[in-house]
T-cell receptor, first 113, second 117 residues
Framework: AQRVTQPEKLLSVFKGAPVELKCNYS??????LFWYVQYSRQRLQLLLR??SRESIKGFTADLNKGETSFHLKKPFAQEEDSAMYYC???????????????FGQGTILTVHP | DTGVSQNPRHKITKRGQNVTFRCDPI?????LYWYRQTLGQGPEFLTY????????KSRLLSDRFSAERPKGSFSTLEIQRTEQGDSAMYLC???????????????FGSGTQLSVL
C-alpha cells in the first residue's frame, strides 16, 4: 500500500525566512513524487515534480529514497507563498498510474510580513 | 476559462436523494480522474477514465456511486441514496496522456461541494 505523510498541518514563518515542508512516503516500487499547491480561492495546481528536477517559484524538492522523503524547501519565503501544500505520490511514471495520486493531508503555510 | 470545468459548484441535498455532478475536461485531454476530498484531508482517488473506458475504480467507490464518460468527453458522477458521509468536495482532473511523461501535467477543476443534510 502507498502512503504519504505530512507531519505538520500548520507551518508559520516570517517573510524572508527559510521554509521546509516535510513529506514522507511509503511505497514498495519506484514512485513519482509531486508537490501540489492550492492558493486561497484557487484550484489545486501542480507546483513541482521530482522527475523534472525543476525549481518553481524558488521552491525545490529532493527525493531521498533512503529516508523515503520529498521535503519542499525555499530559502526565502514570501507572503504570496501562503497556501495549502500537498505532497502526492504516483506509483511509477507513465501509464494509468500517473494521474492516480495518493495525497498527504496537506500543510497550511502562512508567511507573516 | 479553458480549464477543467465542474458543475454545480455547490449541491445541498437531503439524505436518500440522488445527485449527479458533471465534469468537462480540457478538450484535448483523453484521461479523466475523479477524486473526493473531505475536510482536513488530501484528495482521495475514486476512478479513472481513458477516453470512454473506465479503467480503474477505488474501493472507496461503493455501489451507490457510478461514473460515466459516454463519448470520451465530459464525465458524470452519480451518487444514489446519498448518506451524510458522502458530504465532501468532489474534484475532477484531466491530463493529455501524450506519453511524454515529463511534459504531462494533471489539471484539476474547482470541484463540487456536496452537503448531505
Amino acid at each position: 500500500a502507498q502512503r504519504v505523510t505530512q507531519p505538520e498541518k500548520l507551518l508559520s514563518v516570517f517573510k524572508g525566512a527559510p521554509v521546509e515542508l516535510k513529506c514522507n512516503y511509503s511505497y514498495s516500487g519506484s514512485p513519482e513524487l509531486f508537490w501540489y499547491v492550492q492558493y486561497s480561492r484557487q484550484r489545486l495546481q501542480l507546483l513541482l515534480r521530482h522527475i523534472s528536477r525543476e525549481s518553481i517559484k524558488g521552491f525545490t524538492a529532493d527525493l531521498n529514497k533512503g529516508e523515503t522523503s520529498f521535503h519542499l524547501k525555499k530559502p526565502f519565503a514570501q507572503e504570496e507563498d501562503s497556501a495549502m501544500y500537498y505532497c502526492a505520490l504516483s506509483g511509477g511514471a507513465g501509464g494509468t498510474s500517473y494521474g492516480k495520486l495518493t495525497f498527504g493531508q496537506g500543510t497550511i503555510l502562512t508567511v507573516h510580513p | 476559462d479553458t480549464g477543467v470545468s465542474q458543475n454545480p459548484r455547490h449541491k445541498i441535498t437531503k439524505r436518500g436523494q440522488n445527485v449527479t455532478f458533471r465534469c468537462d475536461p480540457i478538450s484535448e485531454h483523453n484521461r479523466l480522474y475523479w477524486y473526493r476530498q473531505t475536510l482536513g484531508q488530501g484528495p482521495e482517488f475514486l476512478t479513472y477514465f481513458q477516453n470512454e473506458a473506465q479503467l480503474e475504480k477505488s474501493r472507496l467507490l461503493s455501489d451507490r456511486f457510478s461514473a460515466e464518460r459516454p463519448k470520451g468527453s465530459f464525465s458524470t458522477l452519480e451518487i444514489q441514496r446519498t448518506e451524510q458521509g458522502d458530504s465532501a468536495m468532489y474534484l475532477c482532473a484531466s491530463r493529455a496522456g501524450t506519453g511524454i511523461v515529463v511534459k504531462e501535467k494533471l489539471f484539476f477543476g474547482s470541484g463540487t461541494q456536496l452537503s448531505v443534510l
